[in-house]
């Protein structure tokens, strides 16, 4: 299946390509945590995943035409 990778901030050094957009192919019934690990992104970054606009986890599943989007925690006071 194609989905669509949107990476924010520092997440974008984990792009194969070096952009902050761009499509891959993942076998069918893939989940975020599958996508995770083939991006080779640490469990320690404090990032927030959305698929679709909606945040995430790990073991959700992932379909044909999502966009998922990284983006780091925001914090402040």
Not at 23 to 42: A, I, N, Q, R, Y
Not at 64 to 76: A, W
């Amino acid at each position: 299946m194609k989905i669509c990778v949107k990476l924010y901030s520092c997440f974008k050094k984990y792009s194969p390509d070096g952009t902050d957009k761009f499509f891959m192919e993942l076998p069918e019934k893939s989940t975020v945590g599958h996508l995770v690990k083939k991006l080779d992104v640490p469990g320690e970054t404090g990032c927030r995943i959305l698929v679709n606009g909606q945040f995430s986890k790990l073991g959700d599943v992932l379909g044909h035409g999502d966009t998922i989007t990284f983006f780091p925690l925001i914090s402040g006071g």
